[in-house]
Nanobody, 118 residues
Framework: EVQLVESGGGLVQPGGSLRLSCRAS????????MTWARQAPGKGLEWVST???????YYGGSMKGRVTISRDNAKNTLYLQMNSLKPEDTVVYFC????????????WGPGTQVTVSA
């Protein structure tokens, strides 16, 4: 059973940085593409970044240029380094196995809340 648990969210001032983590289990992490997405209340999922099994990274959406995705296969953990955070980045961040898809299913993690505020 796929299990994903995000962490690292919290309160940060505008212009600040955070690193999110996603601990994975129940599948072969090292052979899987992994995705970060985010969702504001009442809105659809927004793709943030995907990293494939050979560490090619892809970015999109409004965070492009401000985030870096990475992975540690020895720890079965996915990361998202976020810099120059803005108040509009105040949303819940999710990780998922595979490519981005616009609907969360039971394999997604519960998410981690990021709040950017002075």
């Amino acid at each position: 059973e796929v299990q994903l648990v995000e962490s690292g969210g919290g309160l940060v001032q505008p212009g600040g940085s955070l690193r999110l983590s996603c601990r994975a289990s129940g599948f072969t992490f090292s052979r899987s593409a992994m995705t970060w997405a985010r969702q504001a209340p009442g809105k659809g999922l927004e793709w943030v970044s995907t990293i494939d099994a050979i560490d090619n990274a892809y970015y999109g959406g409004s965070m492009k240029g401000r985030v870096t995705i990475s992975r540690d296969n020895a720890k079965n953990t996915l990361y998202l380094q976020m810099n120059s955070l803005k108040p509009e980045d105040t949303v819940v961040y999710f990780c998922a196995v595979g490519q981005f898809r616009p609907i969360r299913d039971s394999s997604w993690g519960p998410g981690t809340q990021v709040t950017v505020s002075a």
